[in-house]
């Protein structure tokens, strides 16, 4: 019911429903977490994230979340005192990892990463989906870069996350028609999620993404999470 009532945006609802609950988990306050990023609404987001902390201190997927929402509105004074308060605590983020299987091995890709020896193939064919993707609307949406840099800078920080990475390799390394499967360790951000959606439509295939959230299936210029992870 906290679901139903966080995806349908009435999050002060699912607040007075979850604090009735006997013992709710991180987890539970999570979901509204990502409600609250949804709907920006930074106040509430605030009170979810110290629910949280009281039950869960070093949850570094919701202290991350947190610093996006603000992030998200521009308030880099707070995400830089989630920043300061997850160093404070010895808590760091893990780097940003996605795996893929192709032809029974396992390939591994990091943001910005040269190491992989097909970089330069990587690199065109991400290029190729950036201009189809572009001609079908997509524009890119920086408000969860954590860096206060200008727009051109955050869009290329964008484009060499490491899940776009793998889906570019899957899919020039792939047969067409190939559901493309990806596990990455940590949330991905909006503006991948969007433009997954988007490759999903324009290669005509079938995009797996196993986030620390939960599985995206993307088809068609949709998503099975219903914009909600």
Same mark, same amino acid.
């Given at each position: 019911?906290?679901?139903?009532?966080?995806?349908?945006?009435?999050?002060?609802?699912?607040?007075?429903?979850?604090?009735?609950?006997?013992?709710?988990?991180?987890? &539970?306050?999570?979901?509204?977490?990502?409600?609250?990023?949804?709907?920006?609404?930074?106040?509430?987001?605030?009170?979810?994230?110290?629910?949280?902390?009281?039950?869960?201190?070093?949850? &570094?997927?919701?202290?991350?979340?947190?610093?996006?929402?603000?992030?998200?509105?521009?308030?880099?004074?707070?995400?830089?005192?989630?920043?300061?308060?997850?160093?404070?605590?010895? &808590?760091?983020?893990?780097?940003?990892?996605?795996?893929?299987?192709?032809?029974?091995?396992?390939?591994?890709?990091?943001? $910005?990463?040269?190491?992989?020896?097909?970089?330069?193939?990587?690199?065109?064919?991400?290029?190729?989906?950036?201009?189809?993707?572009?001609?079908?609307?997509?524009?890119?949406?920086?408000?969860?870069?954590?860096? $206060?840099?200008?727009?051109?800078?955050?869009?290329?920080?964008?484009?060499?996350?490491?899940?776009?990475?793998?889906?570019?390799?899957?899919?020039?390394?792939?047969?067409?028609?190939?559901?493309?499967?990806?596990?990455?360790?940590?949330?991905?951000?909006?503006?991948?999620?969007?433009?997954?959606?988007?490759?999903?439509?324009?290669?005509?295939?079938?995009?797996?993404?196993?986030?620390?959230?939960?599985?995206?299936?993307?088809? $068609?210029?949709?998503?099975?999470?219903?914009?909600?992870?």
């Amino acid at each position: 019911m906290a679901d139903l009532y966080s995806r349908k945006g009435k999050l002060n609802d699912a607040y007075q429903l979850i604090s009735t609950m006997t013992t709710p988990t991180g987890t &539970i306050w999570s979901l509204l977490l990502s409600a609250c990023r949804v709907h920006k609404n930074v106040d509430l987001a605030e009170k979810v994230a110290s629910k949280i902390f009281e039950v869960d201190p070093e949850n &570094i997927g919701a202290r991350v979340l947190l610093s996006n929402i603000y992030a998200n509105e521009g308030r880099w004074k707070e995400v830089a005192k989630v920043r300061m308060t997850m160093r404070n605590m010895g &808590i760091r983020k893990n780097p940003a990892c996605s795996w893929i299987e192709v032809k029974n091995k396992i390939h591994t890709f990091i943001a $910005d990463d040269k190491s992989h020896p097909l970089h330069d193939e990587i690199n065109n064919a991400l290029c190729e989906l950036q201009e189809k993707m572009e001609l079908a609307g997509y524009v890119a949406d920086t408000s969860e870069v954590l860096h $206060d840099v200008d727009d051109e800078q955050k869009k290329y920080l964008l484009y060499g996350h490491s899940e776009r990475r793998a889906i570019a390799f899957g899919i020039m390394s792939t047969p067409a028609g190939t559901t493309i499967r990806v596990i990455k360790n940590i949330r991905i951000c909006v503006d991948c999620h969007t433009a997954i959606k988007l490759i999903s439509k324009i290669v005509g295939r079938e995009i797996v993404v196993r986030d620390n959230s939960r599985f995206h299936h993307f088809r $068609d210029g949709e998503c099975s999470c219903g914009e909600y992870w």
